[in-house]
């Protein structure tokens, strides 16, 4: 066949297959097989193919003239199933028979096929390939015998490559195509809003969760989203992504959703594969921990009742205010709602909740604009006084509590009575931190409770009763410190028997404070400062605990003990939490308990009776001790005594100090042991300062001695033995 020929059959195939739709490929091969036919002058051609999903040949298309067709056109020809063809193309070769007789007797099969299609001559070509498409063309001639020209062979071949090069272009095209579609239908289907931003930040694409979430349409400007003041920040965000600096970057904007609403988003960023410049966009709706992030902070700084700042917001502004630059007077001041219990006890803690929103709206009006009024808790508050002098102090202070003082209160047809006390201490140079600051106004402020209450004071370092009230506070923070660091120090004092011959040591276990700089802290000072501020339960329980952690360490010294007395305060007494606590720390110590005896004071028990009833029921079953601690100097009823089963009664030292030189004394002395006597209680005198008390204290009937001529207060961490050695020798 001439090259004209050979070229017009290429441009008519051209022809054929330009501009195929996907769906007509099959069509298009059967019309590029008829015009191969026509022109070539043979009776059919058809194809073999082969690819990587369909494993050996497979007969596809033939095409036979009419008038060889057998009354009809077939589609698929099956001597490529056929044993001798196949084992051939398992060799691609070219297969050139002028006269199918010619076959050998393994093809047998073919050559009854062939014969029954009057196929005189067969001519198959080697496979071309393209990507992962092979196909192989063949020709027959039916009505005679022919040679097949080289000619022919090479117009042939020319037609198989456009054919696989199409086929194969084709079934990329589909792949693609079906890739777009699984990744358009995986793209809308994620359960994140996703879109993507071309160069210009124009939003492109969107999935369906972004159309129905988002408040973003295709082609909008993502910079419209954001308020001008995040738009620099949204704009490094996508720069850093396409300089390459991340592979992806997020942050954080808000978008108003609505007039009222506003929505916070984290977009991520991260970049296509593809040469475009886009971007994926991913966007996450993060209102509601912005919300609770909100709300969290609220609470955080914020008092729930009353809507004012809480003591940490209050400290925190304060001590922001102290690391400035102070060129105007501040003033701080502490209020304190006076006989508040009442209310509670009264009219239940609704009617305390009600009355502490009113002070507080009414001290944010009673104030000037400006100051911070804040409830640190209960019923306390602080007013923190920008640009005020003591004398502006004094004036606000006094129109505060002339104008509570007037505030009535009502619930439920029940009319109480308002009023605070109030102390204010200046901001001076010398204070270094808000605790300095706050323990002078705390202090001012019990100043004037214990003047009559409804009234203010003004802090001042030379006042007496204040130096006491401001010594305490700041002892409370040492004894904070004390029971993180292990401060305390347990010491013991003997309790001598004066009549008696008993071979274990009785003693009390005291508390001693030391300080950083190794100074003792007064027991006088740090004891009242536990109870004014709450933290008595907090020392008791360490007492106890470090104790018997002690007995268990030194059972041999305890065991020969005769008593260890511990004392506990009247806040513990009255603490269901650490009573508790008591109950099963000691049962958790049954080789100790029977040595111990609770002291008790006598106020703490008469004030607080129900309670040191339950503490006597508590402490028998286990076998512990009680004594009843500074008799005489509180209530003095011996009324109380019938009611508290107690083991020991221990006399205060003011009747103790003078007892050899004041008869009245002895009186009192001698009342109490024969008390004692009649209702079996053993008595202990406190304040043994010399051995003509302790021989006195005997000859009246006291039982035990306990004071310096007898032994001070040594730590416990000394003692090497629980075995007795006498004082008092006659």
């Not at 095409?63 to 067709?69: F, G, H, I, M």
């Not at 502490?334 to 219990?341: N, S």
């Not at 042991?673 to 209680?681: A, H, I, K």
Request: with cysteine.
């Amino acid at each position: 066949m001439s090259l004209p020929e050979s070229n017009s059959l290429h441009t008519a195939l051209a022809g054929i297959f330009a501009h195929v739709p996907f769906a007509t490929l099959e069509q298009n091969v059967d019309r590029a097989l008829q015009t191969i036919t026509a022109r070539l002058d043979c009776d059919g051609v058809f194809v073999l193919s082969h690819t990587a999903s369909q494993p050996g040949v497979t007969p596809r298309n033939i095409y036979l003239r009419p008038s060889v067709a057998r009354g009809g056109q077939v589609r698929y020809w099956p001597l490529a199933r056929m044993p001798w063809f196949r084992h051939q193309m398992r060799e691609p070769r070219l297969i050139n028979l002028a006269d199918i007789g010619s076959l050998p007797a393994a093809a047998s099969q073919e050559k009854h096929f062939l014969r029954e299609w009057k196929v005189k001559s067969l001519l198959v070509l080697p496979p071309v390939s393209f990507g992962e498409t092979h196909i192989a063309l063949g020709a027959v001639q039916c009505e005679h015998t022919r040679e097949w020209s080289a000619g022919f062979i090479d117009t042939l071949t020319n037609a198989a490559v456009l054919i696989g090069a199409v086929t194969e272009l084709t079934r990329v095209a589909q792949a693609l195509m079906i890739s777009e579609r699984k990744y358009q239908e995986l793209f809308n289907q994620l359960p994140l809003a996703c879109g993507l931003v071309d160069r210009r930040n124009k939003v492109r694409l969107l999935n369906n969760i972004a159309r129905q979430n988002l408040p973003l349409s295709d082609g909008q400007d993502l910079m419209s989203l954001v308020r001008p003041e995040e738009g620099s920040m949204l704009l490094d965000t996508l720069q850093v992504v396409r300089d390459g600096v991340l592979k992806q970057a997020w942050c954080e904007i808000s978008v108003k959703a609505s007039v009222m609403a506003q929505q916070w988003f984290k977009v991520s960023f991260s970049p296509m594969a593809d040469e475009s410049g886009n971007l994926l966009m991913l966007m996450d709706d993060v209102s509601e921990q912005h919300r609770l992030a909100d709300e969290l902070s609220f609470h955080a700084n914020y008092d729930a009742l009353t809507g004012l700042p809480n003591r940490s917001h209050f400290e925190a502004m304060l001590d922001k205010l102290l690391k400035e630059e102070q060129e105007s007077p501040v003033c701080v001041a502490f209020l304190d709602l006076d006989q508040f219990q009442v209310i509670n006890n009264v009219s239940g803690h609704q009617a305390g909740d009600k009355l502490l929103c009113q002070v507080a709206l009414r001290l944010k009006q009673l104030v000037r604009k400006g100051d911070t009024v804040a409830r640190l808790g209960g019923d306390e508050f602080a007013i923190l006084m920008h640009y005020c002098n003591e004398d502006t102090a004094k004036i606000i202070a006094q129109r505060i509590c002339t104008q509570l003082f007037e505030h009535e209160f009502c619930w439920e047809h029940r009319r109480h009575s308002v009023s605070v006390s109030m102390g204010v201490a200046s901001l001076d140079a010398d204070i270094t931190d808000i605790y300095s600051i706050m323990s002078r106004a705390d202090a001012a402020c019990r100043v004037a409770k214990d003047q009559g209450r409804n009234g203010w004071h003004i802090y001042c370092a030379t006042d007496p009763k204040m130096s006491r009230f401001y010594t305490e506070m700041t002892a409370s923070v040492d004894i904070i410190e004390a029971l993180q660091q292990d401060h305390f120090q347990l010491n013991y004092q003997l309790i001598e028997p004066l009549a008696r011959d008993e071979g274990g040591l009785h003693m009390e276990i005291l508390l001693r404070l030391v300080r950083d700089n190794g100074e003792m802290l007064s027991p006088a000072i740090f004891l009242p400062a536990a109870e004014r501020y709450n933290l008595a339960s907090r020392v008791d329980r360490w007492v106890l605990d470090n104790l018997l952690r002690w007995g268990s360490q030194h059972i041999h010294v305890w065991r020969e003990l005769d008593m260890v007395s511990v004392n506990l305060s009247a806040t513990s007494l009255g603490d269901p939490e650490f009573m508790a606590w008591l109950e099963m720390r000691l049962m958790t110590e049954p080789d100790l308990v029977d040595k111990l005896c609770v002291e008790i004071t006598e106020t703490a028990a008469v004030s607080q009776l129900e309670q040191a009833q339950a503490l006597i029921e508590l402490l028998r079953p286990l076998g512990c001790k009680l004594a009843l601690d500074d008799f005489g100097s509180g209530f003095s009823s011996f009324a109380y005594l019938k009611l508290l089963d107690v083991d020991f009664v221990k006399i205060d030292g003011q009747f103790v100090v003078n007892l050899c030189e004041n008869k009245s004394d002895q009186a009192i002395v001698n009342a109490i042991c024969q008390l004692g006597r009649d209702m079996d209680f053993d008595v202990i005198a406190e304040f043994v300062e010399s051995i003509d008390i302790g021989k006195r204290l005997r000859d009246l009937g006291v039982d035990y001695g306990q004071g310096y001529a007898i032994g001070k207060p040594t730590p416990l961490a000394t003692l090497q033995s629980g075995k007795r050695s006498v004082w008092l020798k006659d």
